[in-house]
């Protein structure tokens, strides 16, 4: 019997097992062809970042609610530390974030430093939202075992209460900044009188009630903040829990919306000329007559924010801007 030579068993082999792979792999193709196709996953969820809302324009104290302020009760101590003139806007706002805050406007050298208060008791994480994307921070002991400075902003808690001092122009930044130890000076007056000027956590308008059903299914508990209030006949109403706040700000000047020149543009949104919706930032915003109104969801951790939410919130509220 003739025995043939190992190379050409090798290659019989070789070539069989192609043909069997061919087979194997052609038949696969065939049963991937009569499959069904993949179903294409579905886009990732947006959740909002951002820890307040816009602000209406003109809302930086020169305007807003007026009364006694945490700015107004520090200017005399200031001015005679400082040894320079420290004068405050007259009255306050509220800018509806996690937390929302009670804001003044100090105003020294020509520069503005704003001063917030927790409208409701501190949180774990609240000092850590207000200092978050701000820089790198450093501890400040004589503020307090959690107090911390950025290069705009002072933070630390009061009793309950979380405050912060944030400087627009930065801190120890030339030329636009204030100095750091004008900013702890600041700090340290405002710790001081903060425990006697806190606000009821309370505050509604007869207008803002109409919408308070659809707010309360948002919060998910009866709210437990409520700032509402008139700038210039233009209508504020915040709603607000622990971990969640929904906003409508209508500005009271004739406005714009910067969103508007994005390129490419916001969502289009069935509301208003124009109206977007912007789910990055929670957010609902458009024109109706000569108004902008700005409606915002924000919670912690944060969730998405459905348009049809922001719609129903705002809707009981709509004859109110055609005027």
Known sequence: MTVPPPRA??????????VILGLVAGCSVARRANQAPPSTPPPPTVMPKVVAPPQAEGLDGSAGEPGPTVCSAVTATLSKELRLPVTAKPFSWN???LPALDLCTLVLEGRTVTVGIS??????????????DSGTPELLPELGPDARITPSRVVFAVDDRAVR???????????TGIARAKAIAIARAVRTVVPKLLRETRQSDSACQ???PEAEQFVGVQVQLRRDYRVNGALTCIWGSFDATISIVESFHPDSIPEAMQT???RSAPIGRPGYYLPEQGELVF??????VRVTGLTNPPREIPLQTLLDLV??????FLR
Request: contains cysteine.
């Open 9 to 18: 068993v090798r290659l019989r082999q070789v070539v069989a097992g192609c």
């Open 95 to 97: 800018d509806g974030g």
């Open 119 to 132: 409208a409701l008791p501190k949180q774990p994480d609240s000092l850590d939202r207000l200092i978050a």
């Open 165 to 175: 001092v944030l400087s627009t122009g930065g801190i120890n930044r030339q030329p």
């Open 210 to 212: 109409l919408a308070t």
């Open 264 to 266: 490419p543009p916001p």
């Open 287 to 292: 024109r109706q007559g000569r108004r902008v």
């Open 315 to 320: 809707a009981p509220l709509m004859p109110l």
